[in-house]
C-alpha cells in the first residue's frame, strides 16, 4: 500500500473584484474587427443599455438580433436578459521557446495568467429559433411604402398610390433565373411567381426546439377502426356526417391492453353501459384523484371504451362503442351545451398556495367531493367558471321541464340542434346562461326574471334568426350554427344583468321615498 506523503496546502484567497459586467451571448463569430456590426445587429449601445438598464420596463428590456438591419420584412431574433453570477476572468498568455533553433509545434510552451476582473449579473442570450424569412420584391410599390413608413418619410408615404391590378400573376423566368431542370420532368415554360405576397409579423409560434431525437412521441398512439362493409380505417374520432361509427377498439390498441390496469378499463366499460354518453369531466368525477391520473396518463383506456365525436351537439362527449346517438332520440338527453366566461379566467390554486392557506385535510377532501359535482348544474350553486353541462346532468327544476318536453323535437337529428328544434334549444340556452352567469354575480336568478327574458328573447326572435344565418359555422364550433356567437351572447347577457340590476335599485329607491 502506497501512502502519499505530500501534505495539503490551502489555496491562497484573492479578492473578488466588485466591478459589475453584463455579458451578450452573440450566436455568431465576432472578432475584434466585427465587433461594431454585432453591436449594430443588436440595435446599437443605446438598446443594449436600455435592455441592461436597472428596473427596466418589459417593452424597454426587450432585445432582438437583426441581420439584416433596415429590412423590414426580415423577422428577428427575440434575446431574453436572464439573472446570472458567473465571473469574469481574464486569461494572458505568454509565449516562450523551449530550446533555441527549435521550431517545431513542440517546442513552444506557454504562462498562463488568470485573473478575476469582476461578476456578471446579466445575460442576453439567443435560444430561439430563427423564424422562416421571405424576402419581397423590394421594388413594389407597397414593399418601398413599408420602407417609407419605417424611415417615417411623410412624403413618400403621400405619393403612394395602388396601382392597378394586372393579373400577371406569373412570369418567365430569365436566362439568370433559369433553373437546370430535365426537359421530361415539365412540358410547360418555366415561371416565377408574380403574386406579390408579403410577408406576415410571424410565421411561426414555435420558438424553443424541442429534444425529440427523431423518434415519435411515445405517450401518443395511432388507433383507427374498420369498416366491416367497406374495410375502411377509421380513427376513434368521428365527425357527425360519417355515415357509420366505431364498433371496437383498433388491433393495436388491443395490443397495449396488457399494459393497463383491468380494473380501471372493466369500471370505465359499466359506466357507459349504464350511460352511453359522458363529458370527460362527468366521467372523470365517477373516480378519485390517483384513478383519474391514471386514466389520464395511460392514454390507451378511454379508446379502449369509446370513441368521440369532433363536431356537433355530442362533440367532445365519450361514446360506448357500436352507439350511434343520430338514430335514437333519447340521446337528446346526452347533447353537451357550452358557453365560457371570458371575464373571469380560470385558476388553479397550487399545492403551496393551499398549504400557505393552512388548509386541513378535512377541507381538502371536502374540497374533492363537492369539485366531482362540478359537472352537475343545480342553478343554485356553482363549482366552476365555465359552463359545459349534459343537458342530463342539468337538475334545475325549470330547465329539466324545459329539457324533457317532447312538443319541439325533430323527426331526424340535425347537425346544429341535434334532437331538438332551434327554438326550443335556444330556449334551453337563454335560461342556462342567465341562471349560469347570475351565481357568477352572486345571485340565483329568479323563474320570473328566466320567463321576462324567455319572452323578450321571443320577440327578437326575427331579428335573432336573420343575424344567424350570416354566421359561417366552423367544423369544430361546439354549437355549430348556433344563433349567435359565444363572445357577443356573453356580453349581451351581461348588459342584460346589469340593467336589471339598476331596474332594481331604482324600484327600491322609489319604494322607499313612497
Same mark, same amino acid.
Given at each position: 500500500?502506497?501512502? +502519499?506523503?505530500?501534505?495539503?496546502?490551502?489555496?491562497?484567497?484573492?479578492?473578488?473584484?466588485?466591478?459589475?459586467?453584463?455579458?451578450?451571448?452573440?450566436?455568431?463569430?465576432?472578432?475584434?474587427?466585427?465587433?461594431?456590426?454585432?453591436?449594430?445587429?443588436?440595435?446599437?449601445?443605446?438598446?443594449?443599455?436600455?435592455?441592461?438598464?436597472?428596473?427596466?420596463?418589459?417593452?424597454?428590456?426587450?432585445?432582438?438580433?437583426?441581420?439584416?438591419?433596415?429590412?423590414?420584412?426580415?423577422?428577428?431574433?427575440?434575446? +431574453?436578459?436572464?439573472?446570472?453570477?458567473?465571473?469574469?476572468?481574464?486569461?494572458?498568455?505568454?509565449?516562450?521557446?523551449?530550446?533555441?533553433?527549435?521550431?517545431?509545434?513542440?517546442?513552444?510552451?506557454?504562462?498562463?495568467?488568470?485573473?478575476?476582473?469582476?461578476?456578471?449579473?446579466?445575460?442576453?442570450?439567443?435560444?430561439?429559433?430563427?423564424?422562416?424569412?421571405?424576402?419581397?420584391?423590394?421594388?413594389?410599390?407597397?414593399?418601398?411604402?413599408?420602407?417609407?413608413?419605417?424611415?417615417? +418619410?411623410?412624403?413618400?408615404?403621400?405619393?403612394?398610390?395602388?396601382?392597378?391590378?394586372?393579373?400577371?400573376?406569373?412570369?418567365?423566368?430569365?436566362?439568370?433565373?433559369?433553373?437546370?431542370?430535365?426537359?421530361?420532368?415539365?412540358?410547360?415554360?418555366?415561371?416565377?411567381?408574380?403574386?406579390?405576397?408579403?410577408?406576415?409579423?410571424?410565421?411561426?409560434?414555435?420558438?424553443?426546439?424541442?429534444?425529440?431525437?427523431?423518434?415519435?412521441?411515445?405517450?401518443?398512439?395511432?388507433?383507427?377502426?374498420?369498416?366491416?362493409?367497406?374495410?375502411?380505417?377509421?380513427?376513434?374520432?368521428?365527425?357527425?356526417?360519417?355515415?357509420?361509427?366505431?364498433?371496437?377498439?383498433?388491433?393495436?390498441?388491443?395490443?397495449?391492453?396488457?399494459?393497463?390496469?383491468?380494473?380501471?378499463?372493466?369500471?370505465?366499460?359499466?359506466?357507459?353501459?349504464?350511460?352511453?354518453?359522458?363529458?370527460?369531466?362527468?366521467?372523470?368525477?365517477?373516480?378519485?384523484?390517483?384513478?383519474?391520473?391514471?386514466?389520464?396518463?395511460?392514454?390507451?383506456?378511454?379508446?379502449?371504451?369509446?370513441?368521440?365525436?369532433?363536431?356537433?351537439?355530442?362533440?367532445?362527449?365519450?361514446?360506448?362503442?357500436?352507439?350511434?346517438?343520430?338514430? +335514437?332520440?333519447?340521446?337528446?338527453?346526452?347533447?353537451?351545451?357550452?358557453?365560457?366566461?371570458?371575464?373571469?379566467?380560470?385558476?388553479?390554486?397550487?399545492?403551496?398556495?393551499?398549504?400557505?392557506?393552512?388548509?386541513?385535510?378535512?377541507?381538502?377532501?371536502?374540497?374533492?367531493?363537492?369539485?366531482?359535482?362540478?359537472?352537475?348544474?343545480?342553478?343554485?350553486?356553482?363549482?366552476?367558471?365555465?359552463?359545459?353541462?349534459?343537458?342530463?346532468?342539468?337538475?334545475?327544476?325549470?330547465?329539466?321541464?324545459?329539457?324533457?318536453?317532447?312538443?319541439?323535437?325533430?323527426?331526424?337529428?340535425?347537425?346544429?340542434?341535434?334532437?331538438?328544434?332551434?327554438?326550443?334549444?335556444?330556449?334551453?340556452?337563454?335560461?342556462?346562461?342567465?341562471?349560469?352567469?347570475?351565481?357568477?354575480?352572486?345571485?340565483?336568478?329568479?323563474?320570473?326574471?328566466?320567463?321576462?327574458?324567455?319572452?323578450?328573447?321571443?320577440?327578437?326572435?326575427?331579428?335573432?334568426?336573420?343575424?344567424?344565418?350570416?354566421?359561417?359555422?366552423?367544423?369544430?364550433?361546439?354549437?355549430?350554427?348556433?344563433?349567435?356567437?359565444?363572445?357577443?351572447?356573453?356580453?349581451?347577457?351581461?348588459?342584460?344583468?346589469?340593467?336589471?340590476?339598476?331596474?332594481?335599485?331604482?324600484?327600491?329607491?322609489?319604494?322607499?321615498?313612497?
Amino acid at each position: 500500500m502506497v501512502t +502519499d506523503t505530500r501534505t495539503a496546502t490551502a489555496a491562497q484567497e484573492r479578492p473578488l473584484p466588485a466591478t459589475q459586467f453584463y455579458s451578450v451571448e452573440y450566436p455568431g463569430y465576432v472578432q475584434p474587427s466585427s465587433i461594431h456590426l454585432a453591436l449594430r445587429n443588436l440595435g446599437g449601445p443605446s438598446s443594449l443599455e436600455n435592455a441592461f438598464k436597472r428596473g427596466a420596463a418589459k417593452n424597454e428590456g426587450l432585445l432582438e438580433l437583426n441581420f439584416q438591419p433596415g429590412n423590414p420584412f426580415a423577422h428577428p431574433i427575440p434575446g +431574453d436578459i436572464v439573472n446570472t453570477s458567473n465571473i469574469l476572468f481574464k486569461v494572458t498568455k505568454r509565449r516562450r521557446r523551449k530550446a533555441d533553433g527549435d521550431k517545431s509545434p513542440d517546442a513552444f510552451a506557454g504562462d498562463y495568467t488568470l485573473e478575476a476582473m469582476g461578476i456578471i449579473l446579466k445575460s442576453a442570450r439567443f435560444r430561439s429559433m430563427a423564424d422562416y424569412q421571405f424576402q419581397p420584391d423590394m421594388s413594389d410599390p407597397v414593399a418601398q411604402l413599408r420602407v417609407a413608413m419605417n424611415r417615417m +418619410d411623410v412624403d413618400a408615404v403621400r405619393r403612394y398610390t395602388i396601382s392597378d391590378e394586372k393579373e400577371d400573376y406569373s412570369l418567365p423566368l430569365g436566362e439568370s433565373n433559369r433553373v437546370e431542370i430535365d426537359p421530361q420532368l415539365t412540358d410547360q415554360t418555366l415561371c416565377r411567381s408574380n403574386l406579390r405576397l408579403f410577408p406576415p409579423p410571424l410565421f411561426s409560434r414555435q420558438g424553443i426546439p424541442q429534444n425529440y431525437n427523431f423518434k415519435a412521441n411515445p405517450a401518443s398512439m395511432v388507433a383507427t377502426t374498420a369498416d366491416e362493409d367497406t374495410g375502411q380505417e377509421r380513427k376513434p374520432t368521428i365527425s357527425f356526417g360519417d355515415s357509420n361509427v366505431p364498433q371496437n377498439p383498433s388491433p393495436g390498441l388491443l395490443q397495449a391492453r396488457s399494459t393497463i390496469k383491468q380494473d380501471l378499463l372493466d369500471r370505465v366499460v359499466n359506466l357507459l353501459e349504464q350511460r352511453p354518453i359522458w363529458t370527460r369531466a362527468a366521467l372523470y368525477n365517477q373516480f378519485n384523484s390517483a384513478e383519474v391520473r391514471e386514466i389520464h396518463n395511460s392514454k390507451v383506456i378511454l379508446p379502449l371504451a369509446c370513441y368521440m365525436f369532433q363536431d356537433g351537439p355530442w362533440r367532445d362527449t365519450l361514446v360506448r362503442f357500436s352507439y350511434d346517438p343520430r338514430k +335514437d332520440p333519447a340521446a337528446r338527453f346526452y347533447q353537451r351545451v357550452y358557453f365560457r366566461n371570458a371575464n373571469h379566467p380560470m385558476s388553479r390554486t397550487s399545492v403551496v398556495t393551499r398549504r400557505q392557506e393552512g388548509r386541513s385535510m378535512e377541507q381538502e377532501e371536502t374540497a374533492g367531493i363537492e369539485q366531482r359535482k362540478s359537472h352537475i348544474f343545480d342553478g343554485l350553486t356553482i363549482t366552476k367558471e365555465t359552463a359545459a353541462f349534459q343537458l342530463c346532468d342539468i337538475v334545475d327544476p325549470m330547465l329539466k321541464e324545459m329539457i324533457e318536453r317532447e312538443e319541439d323535437l325533430r323527426e331526424t337529428c340535425d347537425e346544429r340542434d341535434g334532437w331538438y328544434s332551434a327554438h326550443a334549444l335556444e330556449r334551453i340556452k337563454t335560461v342556462l346562461r342567465h341562471k349560469f352567469f347570475s351565481l357568477l354575480q352572486g345571485y340565483v336568478a329568479t323563474k320570473e326574471e328566466c320567463e321576462a327574458l324567455l319572452e323578450q328573447s321571443g320577440q327578437k326572435k326575427t331579428q335573432v334568426t336573420r343575424i344567424g344565418k350570416r354566421l359561417k359555422y366552423g367544423k369544430h364550433n361546439m354549437a355549430k350554427g348556433a344563433l349567435r356567437p359565444e363572445d357577443a351572447a356573453a356580453a349581451r347577457l351581461q348588459a342584460t344583468l346589469e340593467r336589471n340590476a339598476r331596474n332594481l335599485q331604482t324600484t327600491r329607491r322609489v319604494g322607499k321615498h313612497g
